[in-house]
Nanobody, 115 residues
Framework: QVYLRESGGGLAQPGGSLRLSCAATGINFKIHPMHWYRQPPGKERELVATITSTGGTTYSNSVLGRFTISRDNVRSRVFLQMDSLKPEDTAVYYC?????????YGQGTQVTVSS
């Protein structure tokens, strides 16, 4: 059973920072690419960042240069450091991986950027 659990969301002011964490169990973590998605209010879920098993990273244009994805293969965790936050970053953020052709998401963590 794959289980992903996100944490670290909350309220931040514009220009502020938050660090999200996702703990993974039920997978051989070190071989799996990991992803962060987000779903803004009233909008579809979108891919934010990806980190490969070897540490390669890609980002959506909307967060490039502001967000940093990283992973800890010893503790089976993936992180999303979010800096220079904007109100449009407000969303529920989800950790994601794929195993056996199935997509797995955690329950999500709410990020709200507001003054």
């Amino acid at each position: 059973q794959v289980y992903l659990r996100e944490s670290g969301g909350g309220l931040a002011q514009p220009g502020g920072s938050l660090r999200l964490s996702c703990a993974a169990t039920g997978i051989n973590f070190k071989i799996h690419p990991m992803h962060w998605y987000r779903q803004p209010p009233g909008k579809e879920r979108e891919l934010v960042a990806t980190i490969t098993s070897t540490g390669g990273t890609t980002y959506s244009n909307s967060v490039l240069g502001r967000f940093t994805i990283s992973r800890d293969n010893v503790r089976s965790r993936v992180f999303l450091q979010m800096d220079s936050l904007k109100p449009e970053d407000t969303a529920v953020y989800y950790c994601n991986t794929i195993r056996g052709g199935y997509r797995y998401y955690g329950q999500g963590t709410q990020v709200t950027v507001s003054s």
